[in-house]
């Protein structure tokens, strides 16, 4: 089973980690300062020491002018190694083996590390001059010495470690505290979430309301969450409301023409009839029956269309690109018995053809369920008008001269089952299933179908559709004009 990952803990070690490491390297730049700082005291004292030795240099008080060290007063460093020579070469004084050192000019202070006997030694190399009996009418007589002087450096690491130890276990103790403080305030600002997801978790099968907390609405990196919450619990509601009306609905469609047969069997076999009696009874029958297939027939269509994800129709694999302008000429040429009985001009303009991701049996399921409505609404001897443009998409738009559409049942005119008659008669036409299953075929090819009332009256369907990269550009018009 994989581990539970806990935003509180990355958080708190992530926090963690990034003082960590600001605090090594804070540590280090003071370790590296107070090196610096302590081996400049630690040099100006080897130079005060070497002063204090050049210092001690006097006369021997002898005939040949000699010099000697006197050491009275003077305080060298423990474990202290030196070596004092005059410009003859002669030892005046010295302390332990000072290395062989290269001898500066006299306006150089020269440092050198060495090891001595296991121990690290720094030296500071002086050569000067030393003028005995100053006061001599000749000016004194002046002696070149050289100073060697060196003492163990390993003190200045110890300050340097006493220095830098107040930082570390500050740093710990900060580090301690922080990790505390972190753990509290990360629970205590991502109690949000956990307000979210116990709203989150009231919602039930039959009670879809979620009004996301307002801690939630008032945190900036959760407020697009919530709001998604919000607006995706709302679209489930609506689907799960509109699967119950479609359940609703067919049942009632279905309930209806099965009602209707059985009635029309029924008063067939309550007395004995004619011959033409029982052949009209079981006419009006066959043509109920023919009805409640229709109705099945195109609720199996709809389930068929929205069975198959959008995405898979957008990627061009599950279905062939058909020609809009030759389906529109079949739809066209199918509905003329009806533009005919009612007198109606049907009007093609296309000025290029386009390839849509349909295939042919769908493609005019669309454009005559377009036209067949078109018709249905129009009155007798008017004109329906169908236009075809391409461009980046295919738009298909369908006019008429009738009542137009409701603002009421605009909103539902796409909604399985619904019709603006709301008495389900069988005068009322259709079963209500048509605009649906065009809506279904629109979105399903990664399209959009749209219908709005025109200005001068009428309503006007817009279809719009993705094309093939490469379509055939034919200029033409077709009139259709009933007799």
């Known amino acids: 089973m994989r581990k539970s990952l806990s935003i509180t803990r990355r958080l708190t070690v992530t926090v963690l980690a990034l003082e960590f490491l600001s605090a090594m390297a804070l540590i280090g730049a003071i370790t590296i300062h107070e090196w610096h700082v302590q081996l400049k005291a630690f040099d100006s004292s080897l130079e005060a020491s070497a002063e204090s030795l050049m210092g001690a240099v006097q006369d021997a008080e002898d005939e040949g002018d000699n010099v000697m060290l006197d050491m009275r007063g003077v305080h060298l460093g423990k474990n202290a190694i030196f070596r004092v020579k005059d410009e ?28 001595i006997s296991g121990r690290s030694y720094r030296f500071f190399v002086l050569h000067g001059l030393r003028i005995v009996d100053p006061g001599e009418p000749n000016g004194g007589t ?25 930082f570390a276990i500050a740093t710990a103790v900060l580090l301690g ?39 939630a609405k008032e945190t900036v990196e959760l407020r697009p969450l919530a709001a998604a919450l919000e607006a995706a619990l709302a679209r489930l509601q609506g689907s799960f409301d509109q699967q119950r009306r479609f359940t609703n609905d067919a049942a009632h469609e279905l309930k209806t023409d099965v009602a209707i047969v059985k009635s029309s069997l029924q008063l067939l076999s309550m007395r004995k009839r004619t011959v033409e009696e029982y052949g009209q009874g079981l006419a009006l029958s066959l043509d109920d029956f023919t009805r409640l297939e229709m109705t099945v027939q195109k609720m199996l269509t709809l389930a068929r269309l929205e069975q198959q994800p959008i995405e898979n129709s957008r990627s061009g694999t599950e279905f062939q690109y058909c020609s809009l302008r030759d389906v529109i000429e079949d739809a066209i040429h199918q509905s003329k018995p009806l533009a005919e009985l009612k007198a109606i001009s049907v009007v093609f303009e296309c000025v290029a053809d386009a390839k849509v991701p349909i295939d042919n049996r769908d493609a005019l399921l669309l454009c005559s369920n377009i036209l067949l409505n078109a018709l249905q609404h129009s009155p007798n001897g008017t004109t329906v008008r169908i236009a075809m ?37 069988r005068r009322s036409g259709g079963t209500g299933l048509g605009l649906s299953i065009c809506k279904a075929i629109c979105e399903r090819a990664g399209g959009s179908i749209e219908i709005e009332n025109r200005v001068v009256g009428g309503a006007l369907v817009t279809v719009k559709l993705p094309v093939k990269p490469s379509v055939s550009i034919r200029s033409s018009s077709a009139l259709l004009k009933a007799q």
């Open 142 to 166: 002046p002696h070149s010495i050289t100073i060697i002087y060196g003492t163990p450096i390993g003190h200045v690491w110890h300050e340097v470690i006493e220095s830098i130890r107040f």
């Open 177 to 215: 505290v922080t990790a505390l403080i972190m753990a509290w305030s990360v629970r205590a600002v991502l109690s949000p979430v956990n307000e979210l997801a116990r709203e989150a978790e009231r919602i039930t099968a039959r009670d879809w309301h979620f009004d996301a907390p307002r801690s």
């Open 389 to 425: 443009t391409v461009n980046e998409e295919a738009w298909l738009t369908v006019e008429d001269q009738g009542e137009g559409v409701s603002d009421e049942d605009r909103a539902h005119v796409f909604e399985p089952f619904y019709r603006g008659d709301p008495s389900r008669s």
């Open 88 to 115: 003859r070469g002669r030892v005046l004084g010295s302390a332990g083996e000072p290395p062989s050192l290269e001898l500066p000019s006299s306006s150089e202070h020269v440092f050198h590390n060495m090891d």
